[in-house]
């Protein structure tokens, strides 16, 4: 199998995801270019060999994709909420696009797709565990994994993703280890309903590495991507230690129903999680606690910040 990389094109790199797999690439120094419709963006300012475009464009992907030995695929509508607000974009971005990428497409790809694919599952699981989306997030996600199975491909099965990406591209706090740091920061406490829930979790400078690592490896298949399993109620009590806060424990159900916790031995048997650094949850959330309380993010609670109000920002303004 021939891995020698030439040129990348990180399709969707300019943002959250797309900010730290940038830095990464820059550091090995790896030629690539971005390709990215600023959906999330509002500018872009990083020095970097940069192309505005919509992935579903498919003739100038066609006359662009020939130039590129690998493919990161990052775009995409993100988010059980945001990708309800226009479904039939949803299905556009997150699966057509797909499809039609495989079709047309022969060298090395490197995938996103996500851990919610698993959806309700008591027990621990692997790569091979029944799937059960829960949402059209997940299970656009789960259909455009088909596409990519007969082909060159890693797809990475991202955990839950926390923390600062770069200097340039827009921070996430609809992240649940981004927002209960700013809630907690913003009001002195946090609430934790059930908390018995599982989610795997990784910071997004390791999803980077990881993302990278394939790049440079003959690793084929797909792979759960996450650094560490936490309870919602354990995540709290980490988030409090940080921030001071106190916790208020609601015993009732929260709406998002996912529970899930995932093996990533197949993922460190192939070195995809050989990482310079294993950003915890006290880095990610002190890194979102200090950039609150210096002054330099003034509004957490900012539409920008939240996939799910920026898309229906978006819809209702007739943008997308």
Known sequence: ??????????????????????????????????????????????????????????????????DYSHVIWLAAIVGDAACQIKPELTIQVNRDSVRWFCENYNGKIIFTSTCSVYGQNIDEVNEDSSLNPLS???????????????????????GTVFGISDTFSRIRMDLVVNYITAKAIKDGKISIFNGNQWRPLIHVHNVAEAIVNGLEKNAKGTFNISTLNYQIKELGQEVSKITGCEIEYVNKSFEDSRNYHVNVNKAQEQGL???????????????????????????????LYFNERHIANLNNNGKI
Do not use: C, W
Request: proline share 2%.
């Open 136 to 158: 059209l997030y997940a299970k656009t996600k789960m259909e455009a994994e088909e596409f990519l199975r007969q082909k060159n491909s890693i797809i990475f099965r991202l």
């Open 1 to 66: 199998m021939n891995n020698e990389i030439k040129k990348v094109l990180v399709v969707g790199g300019a943002g959250y995801i797309g900010g730290a797999v940038t830095d990464v690439l820059l550091e090995r120094n790896i030629s690539f270019s971005v390709y990215d419709v600023l959906l999330y963006e509002h500018q872009y300012l990083k020095p970097v060999d940069f192309i505005y475009g919509d992935i579903r464009d498919t003739e100038k992907m066609k006359k662009l994709l020939p």
């Open 273 to 303: 999680l050989n990482f310079k650094k294993v950003f915890s949850i006290n880095d990610g959330s002190r890194q979102i606690s200090d950039l609150i309380k210096s002054g330099r993010l003034k509004y957490a609670d900012n539409d």
